[in-house]
């Protein structure tokens, strides 16, 4: 056997040992990171053409894409509820 069939499986079972133990805690809750990849959920949302344009507006005047504009918004108003 060529060894490029085998030869990232001790460096996924290592990652998989460092990420179980990064992640493990004394009561057994996981702790959740603000810093964390975004891979958890996506959302699409659907938008009329005025409020992409005013989401739109608004994202270029905070110098953010869009996607970030929408985010921080969010993320700002979750925090201070």
Known sequence: MSK???SGIA???KLN???FIEEASVDGKKTLSPRAKRD???IRL???EYEYKLLEEAAI???LSLVAF???S???RAKTR
Request: avoid cysteine; charged fraction near 30%.
């Open 4 to 6: 490029g069939d085998f």
């Open 11 to 13: 460096k996924k079972a």
């Open 17 to 19: 040992v460092e990420n």
């Open 40 to 42: 958890y959920k996506s």
């Open 46 to 48: 659907a938008f009329n």
């Open 61 to 63: 005047e905070a110098n």
């Open 70 to 72: 929408i985010r921080t």
């Open 74 to 76: 969010w993320m700002t």
